[in-house]
């Protein structure tokens, strides 16, 4: 993982850390850094521009810093309103700890980290020697795409929604899973994984590992989906473009971003310049004469797919009704009575994939008595008010 940013959604917040407080040791795995940062630099073909210092942390420390960092990054109105509309929405269970729940699912996976900030690397202090260099060519291949890149920018979220942050933490953490990847079959004196059909081995590796971590800190499969998605299908989209011109390729997605997890999940439509995306501004959505935009993001397909599968829907099912996916935008709103209340707008390719959308979200009417939902030709308007 890389950097701590202040991202809209706390899950994806905490998938760009930025931890501080150096735990002093007598001897420290970080004098592999050097050798690290050569390795990646050969594998991704960027020198680096200058050395990374590396620092050493324990878990209690890195918890502390977690907590402190998202109280200083993100208001508790915001989380809290992220929170009623996950649960409004089932994406997550309501009786489930938003804030809690998602800390101690990333302490749980914690390997190492690239501050972008301070330009430093981070390394976990209880993980065994053996496994320090290549998790050091990973996050030290984020290190290369800040000082080519500069990840602060690439990660802005003051004019970034959290769907386009989702697919560039994709294409940032793909990048590096590829790196990897490659440095442990030249280990192997295997090729590159550009030349295998897939990368399927991989992805499913990642979800075993995580899923058995993941199932002690008894979180939601919605947030662990949310969480491993830059990593799994982010090395599915960065493997498609290997294919298609090498880490190259990588440097052109860098200076043409994909920006919506659809551009991650149907690489082809990427590769073949479909990157252009609808944006639905709040102004053209009807919020009353005295309502007041509490929070405001977009979606996307992939959350929409992740949302379908917490209803109850099959994987499958859940694919489909999210694939005709074009543009959204949820709002929480104050409504006139000061009651928080949610609207959000949908469109689709087609009216009959509106429709199939509309039927399938119609399974929140079940739960929740303030859900009216409504669809004119291709677009479909959800509201919930008040939202509880």
Same mark, same amino acid.
């Given at each position: 993982?890389?950097?701590?940013?202040?991202?809209?959604?706390?899950?994806?917040?905490?998938?760009?850390?930025?931890?501080?407080?150096?735990?002093?040791?007598?001897?420290?795995?970080?004098?592999?850094?050097?050798?690290?940062?050569?390795?990646?630099?050969?594998?991704?073909?960027?020198?680096? $521009?200058?050395?990374?210092?590396?620092?050493?942390?324990? $878990?209690?420390?890195?918890?502390?810093?977690?907590?402190? &960092?998202?109280?200083?990054?993100?208001?508790?109105?915001?989380?809290?309103?992220?929170?009623?509309?996950?649960?409004?929405?089932?994406?997550?269970?309501?009786?489930?700890?938003?804030?809690?729940?998602?800390?101690?699912?990333?302490?749980?996976?914690?390997?190492?980290?690239?501050?972008?900030?301070?330009?430093?690397?981070?390394?976990? *202090?209880?993980?065994?020697?053996?496994?320090?260099?290549?998790?050091?060519?990973?996050?030290?291949?984020?290190?290369?795409?800040?000082?080519?890149?500069?990840?602060?920018?690439?990660?802005?979220?003051?004019?970034?929604?959290?769907?386009?942050?989702?697919?560039?933490?994709?294409?940032?953490?793909?990048?590096? *899973?590829?790196?990897?990847?490659?440095?442990?079959?030249?280990?192997?004196?295997?090729?590159?994984?550009?030349?295998?059909?897939?990368?399927?081995?991989?992805?499913?590796?990642?979800?075993?590992?995580?899923?058995?971590?993941?199932?002690?800190?008894?979180?939601?499969?919605?947030?662990?989906?949310?969480?491993?998605?830059?990593?799994?299908?982010?090395?599915?989209?960065?493997?498609?473009?290997?294919?298609?011109?090498?880490?190259?390729?990588?440097?052109?997605?860098?200076?043409?971003?994909?920006?919506? *997890?659809?551009?991650?999940?149907?690489?082809?439509?990427?590769?073949?310049?479909?990157?252009?995306?609808?944006? &639905?501004?709040?102004?053209?959505?009807?919020?009353?004469?005295?309502?007041?935009?509490?929070?405001?993001?977009?979606?996307?397909?992939?959350?929409?797919?992740?949302?379908?599968?917490?209803?109850?829907?099959?994987?499958?099912?859940?694919?489909?009704?999210?694939?005709?996916?074009?543009?959204?935008?949820?709002?929480?709103?104050?409504?006139?009575?000061?009651?928080?209340?949610?609207?959000? $707008?949908?469109?689709?390719?087609?009216?009959?994939?509106?429709?199939?959308?509309?039927?399938?979200?119609?399974?929140?009417?079940?739960?929740?008595?303030?859900?009216?939902?409504?669809?004119?030709?291709?677009?479909?308007?959800?509201?919930?008010?008040?939202?509880?």
């Amino acid at each position: 993982m890389s950097k701590f940013y202040a991202a809209k959604y706390l899950y994806l917040l905490l998938t760009f850390l930025l931890l501080t407080g150096p735990l002093p040791i007598a001897a420290s795995p970080c004098t592999l850094t050097d050798a690290a940062f050569r390795d990646a630099s050969g594998i991704r073909g960027l020198a680096g $521009k200058t050395q990374v210092p590396c620092l050493l942390y324990n $878990k209690k420390k890195i918890r502390q810093h977690l907590l402190e &960092i998202v109280d200083t990054k993100i208001s508790p109105e915001k989380i809290r309103y992220e929170e009623m509309y996950f649960k409004a929405l089932g994406i997550i269970p309501r009786d489930y700890n938003y804030k809690d729940g998602v800390i101690n699912l990333y302490v749980s996976q914690l390997g190492g980290y690239y501050d972008a900030e301070r330009n430093h690397y981070v390394m976990a *202090s209880w993980l065994p020697e053996s496994l320090q260099h290549g998790i050091a060519v990973h996050e030290l291949t984020h290190a290369l795409q800040d000082q080519y890149y500069n990840l602060d920018s690439f990660m802005d979220v003051t004019t970034l929604s959290s769907d386009t942050l989702l697919a560039h933490s994709a294409l940032v953490e793909g990048d590096a *899973s590829a790196v990897m990847a490659d440095y442990v079959r030249r280990l192997e004196r295997k090729p590159g994984i550009e030349t295998a059909d897939d990368v399927e081995a991989l992805v499913s590796q990642t979800i075993m590992g995580t899923s058995m971590i993941a199932e002690q800190s008894k979180a939601p499969k919605s947030l662990l989906s949310l969480m491993l998605f830059p990593y799994t299908s982010g090395l599915r989209f960065v493997h498609v473009l290997l294919k298609s011109g090498g880490y190259e390729a990588l440097d052109g997605a860098f200076a043409n971003p994909p920006n919506s *997890s659809r551009d991650i999940l149907h690489p082809h439509l990427y590769l073949q310049g479909e990157t252009s995306r609808v944006i &639905i501004p709040e102004e053209q959505m009807t919020t009353g004469k005295n309502s007041e935009v509490l929070l405001s993001d977009e979606v996307g397909e992939y959350t929409v797919r992740v949302m379908f599968e917490a209803l109850g829907y099959t994987e499958k099912r859940a694919t489909s009704f999210a694939e005709g996916w074009v543009a959204d935008r949820i709002l929480v709103l104050k409504n006139d009575r000061g009651q928080p209340e949610l609207l959000w $707008k949908s469109l689709w390719k087609s009216s009959q994939e509106a429709q199939e959308f509309c039927s399938a979200l119609s399974v929140l009417k079940k739960h929740d008595k303030n859900v009216s939902i409504s669809k004119q030709n291709q677009a479909v308007i959800l509201k919930i008010n008040p939202l509880e």
